[in-house]
């Protein structure tokens, strides 16, 4: 583990490394660069559907480096998408994944709910999917853990 010398941070960088190796577990993929793309993309894809106090809340739940992901770039007065498709949901992903032959938007997609569903308790959980589009929480409810162990 990297030491900063900062107990706070080193622990946040340790769970975070924690999340993306769940992820990669999940993807069958070797490589933590791949699964942090995957965890940004599909986040931010969620973070952008929710009103911003559900955001805020689902985020509290997250470690520090991860909510800094979900929070990345968010500018939360902008526009948020009209477009509430699954199509629209997964174009992003699939666009941040065209150079890997075989990778599945929404089977990345459905990997981060899992992983999520371990982490962030299940009441938390069906909230931001009851804000989701019905394909959208369709793809995250197939997906969820039943039973999570939040606060690992």
């Known amino acids: 583990m990297t030491h900063t010398g900062l107990h706070q941070f080193d622990e946040a960088l340790q769970t975070a490394n924690v999340w993306l190796k769940d992820l990669m577990d999940v993807l069958a993929w070797t490589e933590p660069a791949q699964a942090h793309q995957a965890l940004k993309v599909v986040m931010h894809e ?60 929404d089977a990345v997609a459905a990997a981060v709910f899992e992983v999520l569903s371990i982490y962030i308790s299940p009441g938390e959980i069906e909230d931001v999917l009851q804000a989701l589009s019905k394909p959208i929480r369709d793809l995250g409810k197939s997906s969820i853990r039943t039973s999570p162990i939040a606060g690992l």
Do not use: H, W, Y
């Open 46 to 105: 969620v973070r952008d559907r929710l009103p911003v106090p559900l955001a805020a809340n689902f985020s509290s739940q997250m470690p520090l480096i991860v909510r800094g992901i979900f929070f990345e770039g968010c500018s939360p007065g902008s526009e948020r998408p009209t477009d509430r498709s699954l199509d629209a949901f997964l174009a992003p992903i699939a666009e941040a994944f065209r150079n890997f032959p075989g990778v599945k938007a």
